[in-house]
């Protein structure tokens, strides 16, 4: 079979620019989708929901080979990669780091954050006017969410230039790698992310303070505690997860503002919206675009029998499209959307996203601010998107205020 002829391609240039088309074309085709590169694909929401909620495993040790997993373990040589974060981990190991985890990061631990949030945006925004334009990526959509995950973990100086390289080549894990160069990237940068980890913790024992890091050293639960496999592995989680998602969620939510004036218009006009807003970009446009489960049984979806062993993606950007389920309108982006907290762009089940409402939190700041102060907020070039296929967003905006 050729390029041309797969129903549905995520390695075909142009996919990552928009890739709403070809899930639009999957849904309608074939919703519960077996690929020749031996994954399964979920389009429609109703399916995606009940898989992000089925239970099934997250653990690579269940996964059958396939062409993809094979490429991988050739170019690394078999390097195994760092499986000891909850993402990676089924019950009762999950439900154990998530429970220590959880202990620390908590809903008011993230409220507080709110005028340290507010103070980060308005000197960001600050920056913008006094230069008049800026590439909102670099001044506002990557530093604060940057920020405030660092200053919550109590992270010491460090270099963010090559922080920022690493993390950005270690989410490519979570999509799906044709390219062997790729492959031995990833594993490289989550050896050297891992090492700085650890030195970080080891630091922060010496160091203790009034942060997440020291809590998290410190979590007990009847005398159980994170060793320090599972500490480096949740850290570099809570790290990479705490910002390189919330860059999406920013800089995709302004573009879908600056695209609909009407609603542009409308946020301005009343921004007790804002709210509302952040929850029709997250389904309008997912920082996260997919997730996977693993099936470790035949299991039967829509009349469809998965064997053992198979990747499932569930397709998060689809399923927050599918007109089954939001109506003719799906593809429209409106701030007013009753249901929009509905969408799945933070997953569902026993792996809900941890960090949803500092996410929101800081989309909500950020986003609010930045169009009730530039009155005269537009795009000022051409848009550069990220070239990811999961955690996709754009790289470069350029706007003029």
């Known amino acids: 079979m050729t390029e041309a002829e797969l129903l549905f391609n995520p390695f075909v240039p142009g996919f990552t620019d928009d890739p709403y088309p070809h899930y639009a074309r999957l849904r309608e085709a074939e919703p519960v989708h077996a690929s020749p590169f031996g994954f399964w694909v979920l389009t429609q929401h109703d399916e995606v929901s009940a898989l992000l909620r089925s239970g099934l495993s997250v653990e690579q040790d269940n996964l059958a080979p396939t062409p993809l997993r094979e490429m991988f373990e050739a170019a690394t040589e078999g390097r195994l990669r760092n499986r000891e974060s909850m993402l990676d981990r089924d019950p009762p190991d999950h439900t154990r780091l998530r429970k220590l985890v959880t202990k620390v990061f908590t809903p008011k631990a993230v409220n507080a954050l709110e005028p340290q949030i507010v103070e980060l945006v308005d000197e960001s925004l600050a920056s913008i006017e006094k230069e008049g334009r800026a590439d909102l990526i670099d001044a506002l959509a990557f530093p604060l ?202 997953g569902a089940g026993i792996h809900h996203c941890l960090g949803a409402a500092l996410a929101r939190l800081e989309g909500r700041v950020a986003i609010e601010r930045l169009v009730t102060r530039f009155e005269a907020l537009r795009q000022d070039g051409d848009l550069e998107w990220n070239g990811r296929i999961n955690l996709r967003g754009l790289s470069r905006f350029p706007v003029a205020v």
């Open 145 to 346: 969410p940057f920020a405030v995950i660092s200053r919550m973990l109590g992270m010491p100086p460090t270099d963010h230039t090559r922080l920022r390289e690493l993390t950005g080549t270690l989410v490519r894990s979570i999509e799906p790698i044709q390219d062997p160069e790729v492959a031995v990237a990833i594993v490289d940068a989550e050896d050297e992310l891992s090492e700085m980890t650890a030195e970080v913790i080891a630091w922060k024992r010496r160091n203790p303070a009034d942060d997440l890091l020291t809590a998290l050293i410190a979590a007990e639960d009847d005398g159980d505690v994170l060793d320090d496999e599972e500490l480096v592995a949740q850290v570099v989680l809570l790290y990479v997860a705490g910002h390189e998602t919330t860059v999406n969620l920013i800089g995709n939510g302004v573009l879908a503002l600056l695209n609909t004036p009407d609603q542009l218009a409308s946020l301005r006009a009343d921004p007790s919206r804002a709210a509302n807003a952040v929850e029709e970009m997250l389904r309008y446009d997912s920082p996260v675009q997919m997730s996977r489960r693993i099936t470790t049984a035949p299991y039967m979806i829509a009349g469809h029998e998965v064997p053992p062993g198979t990747f499932v993606i569930a397709s998060l950007a689809s399923a927050n499209r599918d007109k089954g389920y939001w109506g003719a309108d799906a593809d429209e982006f409106r701030i007013d959307r009753e249901n929009a907290r509905h969408h799945v762009s933070f």
